[in-house]
């Protein structure tokens, strides 16, 4: 598989949605975690991310704009043991409701669809960062608009090579009803060497009219300690 430049995706593509980004530092010794929201309505603009002992939640910036908070108010990050998690939606906590209770991601993962947002239909998208630096992504996505039938599908990546990650993504572009990702999850460079650097190269290439918020968390494999960095539009 070809890898390709994560930020001409980005400049290219004015509205892949939510998007998460997992692989390896270039020296290789982090696990580099990404994960960003757009948004075309006011109530999907209108949220920040803000920092929780172990992860992110969404958070309204404006509490009386909030219309309606399914869909959008989530942990988009959490931590189980040394596994990181990290989603588009609440199937975070189903995740590691799942691990706890000696399930396996993709067991945990079988309980969830698509989302009911009709009629995009939009898909959940997973992954699943293991301290050794091994990773897993996931997307569960109706069959080509069809609500009737779910297609789930699980991407294991073992050893990640250093300065190599994978990119999935909600929307292969914008649209109306917006298409759904397809394919597999997209080989993309890595070339920033910390969590800021990272964070301020993936925040200058998404869309300036529809991006909303940008989580970037760096992990040392030997210390299991982390560098975090949030951007919101909405300071």
């Known amino acids: 598989m070809k890898t390709l430049d994560l930020t001409a995706l980005l400049r290219i593509n ?9 692989g390896s530092s270039p020296d290789g010794s982090k696990s580099v975690i990404a ?24 958070q309204a910036y404006d509490p009386a704009k909030l219309t309606d908070p ?36 993709e067991e945990a993962l079988r309980k969830r669809t ?27 996505k109706s069959a080509d608009g069809d ?10 990546y073992e050893a ?4 190599q990650g994978h990119f999935l993504h909600t929307y292969m572009e914008d649209g109306n009803p917006l298409p759904s990702f397809q394919g597999e999850p997209e080989q993309v460079d890595i ?11 993936l925040w200058t290439y998404l869309n300036e009219d529809n991006k909303v918020s940008l989580f970037v968390r760096y992990i ?16």
Request: hydrophobic share 35%; net charge neutral; aromatic share 10%.
């Open 147 to 156: 609500p009737a039938s779910c297609r789930r599908y699980f991407f294991d």
């Open 191 to 201: 070339v920033s060497d910390t969590a800021a650097d990272f964070a301020e190269l």
């Open 70 to 105: 399914s869909l959008i108010i989530y942990a988009p990050v959490r931590v189980f043991g040394t596994s990181t998690i990290v989603t588009n939606g609440d199937q975070t906590d189903t995740i590691r409701e799942g691990l706890a209770a000696g399930k396996s991601f």
């Open 14 to 22: 004015p509205y892949p949605g939510r998007g998460i980004v997992l």
């Open 35 to 58: 994960y960003f929201i757009m948004g075309r309505s006011e109530n999907s603009r209108n949220r920040i991310f803000v920092e929780t002992p172990d992860g992110i939640r969404t």
């Open 114 to 140: 698509f989302e009911p947002d009709k009629p995009n239909y939009t898909p959940r998208i997973s992954g699943l960062v293991q301290q050794n630096g091994d990773y897993t992504l996931s997307i569960l």
């Open 160 to 163: 990640p090579l250093a300065g």
């Open 220 to 235: 040392d494999r030997k210390t299991g300690e982390w560098e975090s960095v949030i951007k919101n539009k909405h300071n």
